[in-house]
């Protein structure tokens, strides 16, 4: 079952959906503390400049004050540590799958709702990735039939985590934080539960990276 989160901070442009993000979240059971609004990710940085277990996610607007995507935004959150959940009314497929490139766990469209909200800041402080309507779809269509595509540095992040039991060694192994190793793992799930092949623990996942040649059995 998912850990109740600590809290988390909202980053959008729009105070208005602070409130509801804040209000919605008061009302789930168990409720969802909303411990930080702020309106760009300059203010949110200032106040949280790194991970530091206060926050298990943070719900970011992908649009702050400007009608393009701000993906520096979310690189620079992503950097300090920071479990980013997407929440914005972009629906197109190549900004979706830019953002989980770049290291947001889930991308959420305002467009679906926010119970799925709620379920993915409950997810975002576990090992299993909430994968909503409009991510899948976009994983889906960037995924040969079955198999998810996964990038360079998400195979390296499985192969090494595959030869250790500890993502803390992993992250000293690739100079990363044990952060990023946790939401590259976290990614790596949400592709294969969109492919229908879900993995939800570690001896899954070592099947399919099997299955699909991603590993040998001999380099374990």
């Known amino acids: 079952m998912p850990t109740e989160p600590a809290g988390i901070a909202v980053v959008d442009d729009h105070d208005i959906i602070h409130t509801g993000v804040a209000a919605r979240c008061a009302r789930a059971d168990p409720p969802i503390r909303v411990i930080s609004a702020h309106l760009t990710a300059q203010s949110f940085l200032a106040n949280y400049p790194q991970a530091n277990g206060t926050l298990s996610a943070v719900v970011l607007d992908l649009e702050l004050r400007s009608r393009q995507p701000d993906f520096d935004a979310l690189t620079a959150i992503v950097d300090a540590g920071h479990t980013v959940v997407m929440y914005s009314h972009l629906e197109n497929d190549e900004i979706i799958l830019r953002c989980l490139d770049i290291g947001a766990v889930s991308y959420l469209a305002k467009s679906e709702g926010q119970h799925h909200l709620i379920e993915a800041v409950r997810a975002a402080g576990t090992d299993e990735p909430y994968v909503g309507p409009r991510m899948a779809a976009a994983i889906w269509a960037d995924s040969t039939v079955g198999r998810p595509g996964l990038t360079e540095r998400e195979l390296e992040v499985l192969n090494a985590w595959f030869q250790t039991e500890s993502k803390d060694v992993v992250a000293q192994r690739l100079h ?32 399919r990276a099997v299955q699909d040649g991603l590993l040998n059995i001999d380099e374990l």
């Open 176 to 207: 990363l934080s044990p952060a990023t190793v946790k939401t590259h793992l976290q990614r790596i799930r949400a592709k294969y539960a969109a492919a229908g092949r879900p993995a939800p623990t570690k001896a899954k996942l070592v099947a």
